[in-house]
């Protein structure tokens, strides 16, 4: 992305948070993380994250996601004595749909990024609204979308180490 | 504390997390849990909190201080194979002054409870504003009090043992 794109791309981000009432410093509003995975179409998929913090023991973020914008799907394996992250997800502000193994949801209320259908395989739809919440195992795959307002999330989890996160997507860099 | 007691604590907490815009869902709201610690003073000392999550990986919470109300000195000691639990403070509402180990601060903008000032012994402030947060690390003193308007605060941890926690004062009960 250019520096201007990402530096667009932060200031949504920021503009959503503000609208959450999540209040960041301007030190992380600076370093608000674009996560664009390579494919060259950010709006489409990819998101915005404000690390808080990240242990050897935990981490929480603030994950900000565009109307209809999509975290593609992926996998937290095993490293070394990890046995691999687990994380809660509790939606702050909007609406996003999460897809986890499972039976698939007959009329999903999200679908893939056009052109990515291959690189998508569970379909088993959980809806999050804002207090709802739900936790994905170690080494389980997901994917989620936002809603037509875009989305503020919460994310609490293990520790985490994205350079091991697998994409079904193999295009895909993080 | 009185059913009667607990019951108007807990609608005092979602009040100020209603007012910090932080949702939480009907069910969270009737189990917010009031801290009371043995000391029949929840108004001055003792904290509600929403448990979100705690696994035997990570802990995130949400605190809600009434104005002026404290929480305790106390630290995590290690706990079999856990090295003690570290934790971050994120305020997401209201003001908190934070003591820790360290230089006493001169001018403290916070003091013990009255009648316990035996039972403070660390008095390094740090304040602690929206969109500020501190890591305690384990096996540390600590104790925090909420400024004017009471405070909210994101608490994101290793794994919680609050039936380990040491605290300063011998009276209290966890």
């Known amino acids: 992305m250019k520096d201007s794109d990402v530096e667009q791309a932060r200031a949504r981000a920021a503009q959503l948070l503000q609208q959450a009432h999540v209040v960041i410093t301007p030190g992380e509003r600076e370093n608000i993380e674009i996560v664009e995975l390579g494919l060259g179409e950010f709006e489409t998929t990819g998101l915005a994250i ?16 565009l109307p209809r914008q999509t975290c593609p ?23 996003v749909y999460l897809y986890v193994p499972g039976e698939p949801t ?4 999200a679908t893939p990024p056009r052109g990515s259908e291959a690189c998508y ?36 989890s293990s520790t985490s180490r994205d350079a091991s996160d697998i994409f079904t997507d193999p295009r895909i860099k993080r």
């Open 50 to 65: 404000v690390v808080y913090v990240n242990t050897d023991r935990y981490c929480a973020k603030e994950l900000v996601l």
């Open 73 to 95: 799907e992926h996998r937290h394996p095993p490293v070394e004595d990890d046995p691999g992250k687990t994380e809660t997800f509790r939606v702050r502000w909007g609406r």
């Open 106 to 109: 007959a009329k999903p209320k």
């Open 121 to 156: 395989t569970v379909f088993h739809e959980v809806e999050l609204n804002p207090g709802d919440q739900y936790t994905i195992p170690s080494d389980t795959l997901h994917w989620f979308q936002a809603a037509g307002q875009g989305a503020v999330v919460s994310e609490f």
